[in-house]
């Protein structure tokens, strides 16, 4: 097993570095879809569920 070979305490530290760079991603990626959206023209509708993005000014696709 992985923490019998680095040591408790190494273990440990990798699993603090891991977890802290996933929610580094995770942030990031929201950031990144947030700024996308809006320099698109993404808006919802406060009926429904979805996200609705123009493409072309006469088309446009909703995400579920």
């Known amino acids: ?5 680095l040591g408790r305490a190494r ?5 603090m570095i891991v ?3 996933q929610i580094l ?3 990031k990626l929201e950031i990144w ?3 996308f959206l809006c320099g698109n023209e ?3 509708d406060s009926f429904f569920d979805k996200i609705v993005l123009k ?3 006469d ?3 909703t995400i579920p």
């Open 1 to 5: 097993m992985l923490e019998n070979e």
């Open 42 to 44: 993404v808006y919802t």
């Open 25 to 27: 991603k995770q942030a």
């Open 11 to 15: 273990y440990l530290l990798l699993l």
């Open 33 to 35: 879809l947030f700024w």
């Open 59 to 61: 088309k446009h696709f």
């Open 19 to 21: 977890g802290t760079w």
């Open 55 to 57: 493409v072309l000014p």
